[in-house]
């Protein structure tokens, strides 16, 4: 038992796939994994584990922004073992060409929090994803059809910016896209020597004001899930 997470060593697999939202933890948990248990519901962030073709995987909500996640992270790396941390996430696109529904690989990640700049005393880590994790999940969504973008993204702490145009600035130095988790899972995994990688979807963007209506949200949620369960 830890803190956040009611479950007992052994009961978490080594590969846990990280939605924000946990009813997304318990679709992917109803939807593909088979055997499914539910080893937590402590502030109602549920989490499975399962099996899915064969292997073992655990999937769990972490919450919205870099607190909430590196709690729930830190927890299921250093009480329960785990190895692999795929994060599966809705992003908002920075860059024209990018469309709803589109796919990000998050090689990087850059971010305006204050976590990592008094984690390293003002020196600029560079979060970065674990490049086996990277390469086998290009790859098998090329084997899908499925053109994913690989590139820098933004963990921000802020979802409601006061300067709507406040995003430029990361745009113009080829960042993808803003989310609110990815830099705190990369620093911590790099920390723990475990492997961690972000796959989004464009869920709005920031250039052209559009979003996804929710049930678009959960179709393009379920193209994610497959693509990270076929890592574990
Ligand atoms: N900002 C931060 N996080 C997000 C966004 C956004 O615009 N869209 C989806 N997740």
């Given at each position: ?32 994994l ?10 109602g962030m ?23 996640h ?73 084997e ?27 745009a ?61």
């Amino acid at each position: 038992m830890s803190v956040h997470i009611g479950a007992e060593r052994g009961e978490i697999a080594e590969t846990v796939l990280l939605p924000g939202d946990p009813r997304r933890a318990r679709f992917v948990a109803e939807e593909y994994l088979e055997g499914a248990v539910l080893f937590n519901e402590v502030r109602g962030m549920l989490g499975y584990t399962g099996s899915w073709r064969g292997s073992r995987v655990s999937v769990m909500g972490t919450g919205m922004g870099m607190p909430s996640h590196s709690i729930y992270v830190h927890e299921l790396i250093h009480e329960f073992g785990a190895k692999r941390l795929i994060r599966i996430g809705s992003c908002g696109a920075m860059q024209p060409e990018l469309q709803l529904h589109d796919l990000i690989l998050a090689m990087s990640a850059c971010f305006d929090s204050s976590l990592n700049t008094l984690r390293f005393q003002g020196m600029g880590f560079a979060p970065t994803a674990e490049y086996g994790l990277l390469s086998a999940a290009h790859a098998a969504a090329a084997e899908r059809g499925i053109a994913a973008r690989v590139g820098s993204i933004l963990s921000s702490d802020e979802f409601y910016n006061e300067d709507p145009e406040a995003y430029r600035l990361w745009a113009k130095y080829g960042v993808l896209a803003v989310e609110m988790e990815t830099a705190a899972l990369y620093t911590l995994a790099a920390r723990a020597g475990v492997q961690a990688l972000t796959i989004l979807t464009v869920s709005d963007s920031l250039v052209r004001g559009e979003a996804l209506s929710s049930a678009e949200r959960e179709r393009g949620f379920s193209r994610m899930a497959e693509l990270a369960l076929s890592l574990a």
